[in-house]
C-alpha cells in the first residue's frame, strides 16, 4: 500500500525551463535599454552557455557574463538584469495544470507528502512559498541536506527518513527518467514518470507507471492501494 508520494520539484509540479528562459530574455532586454551593447540573442546564448557550464542554479550568471564578455561588472547594467530577471521569474512561475487540487485530493486521502529537488535549499523553498505550496508538503529535502545529487541514494533515504516511510510504500513521481526514476527504483520505490514536464524528448523510461496530467496520480494511488 502507498502511504507516501515524493514529488521532483522542477518541471514536476513547476515548468521550470520555461520560467528560466523567460526571466533570461527579459534580463538581457532590461541590461541592453539600460546601455549594454550586444545582440539579443548572442547574450541569450552567452548566459545559457554560463549555466550550462556553472549549473543551472548559478546565482552570479550576470555578474560572470559582465566581466567575462565585457570586462567590467557594470553595476547599473548588472542591477537593470537582475530586476528584471526577479519580476519575469515571479510572473511565470506557476505550477502546471491541476497541481493544486491534485495535491488537495492526496492530502485528503491520508498520504503524507515530500518534495525530493536537487536546488539548493533556499532556491527550493522561495520556489515552493511562490507557489503557495510550502504548506502542503510534510517534509523536503533539497540538495544540501545530503550534499548528493539524484540518482545517488543518499537524498532518496534522507526524505524516506523525514516521512518515517519504507522505499516500498512510496511513490516517487520526477520528470527526469536517469536521475528520479533509476535512484528511486534502485531503493525498490514505486516509480511514476512525469511525462507531461519532460525536457528531454525521453523515449523510453523505467517508471512503473507514465502520467501525462499530474491528475493521472490519483487513479495511480487507488490502483495500486486496491489491488494490495
Known amino acids: 500500500m502507498i502511504k507516501a508520494i515524493v514529488f521532483d520539484l522542477d518541471n514536476t509540479l513547476v515548468d521550470f525551463m520555461k520560467m528560466k528562459e523567460r526571466a533570461v530574455e527579459a534580463a538581457v532586454k532590461a541590461m541592453i535599454d539600460a546601455g549594454l551593447e550586444i545582440e539579443h540573442s548572442d547574450a541569450i546564448a552567452k548566459i545559457n552557455q554560463i549555466y550550462k557550464e556553472q549549473g543551472i542554479e548559478y546565482q552570479k550568471v550576470f555578474d560572470l557574463f559582465l566581466q567575462k564578455h565585457f570586462n567590467n561588472v557594470s553595476l547599473k547594467i548588472m542591477s537593470a538584469g537582475i530586476v528584471a530577471y526577479r519580476k519575469a521569474r515571479e510572473a511565470e512561475l506557476i505550477p502546471y495544470a491541476h497541481v493544486y487540487p491534485t495535491l488537495i485530493h492526496l492530502t485528503k486521502m491520508g498520504l503524507k507528502l515530500g518534495i525530493l529537488s536537487d536546488a ?86 523505467s517508471a512503473d507507471f507514465e502520467l501525462k496530467d499530474i491528475k493521472n496520480i490519483i487513479q495511480v494511488i487507488n490502483d495500486i492501494n486496491t489491488l494490495e
Open 120 to 205: 539548493p535549499a533556499r532556491e527550493a523553498w522561495l520556489r515552493l512559498a511562490y507557489l503557495n505550496l510550502h504548506h502542503i508538503f510534510d517534509e523536503v529535502v533539497t540538495f544540501e541536506d545530503t550534499n548528493e545529487r539524484k540518482p545517488n541514494p543518499a537524498p532518496f533515504l534522507a526524505i524516506l527518513k523525514k516521512l518515517g516511510c519504507n522505499a516500498y510504500e512510496t511513490l516517487m513521481v520526477g520528470d527526469w527518467a536517469e536521475r528520479d526514476i533509476v535512484g528511486a527504483k534502485n531503493l525498490g520505490m514505486k516509480t511514476a514518470f512525469a511525462r507531461y514536464g519532460d525536457t528531454f524528448d525521453t523515449k523510453e523510461h
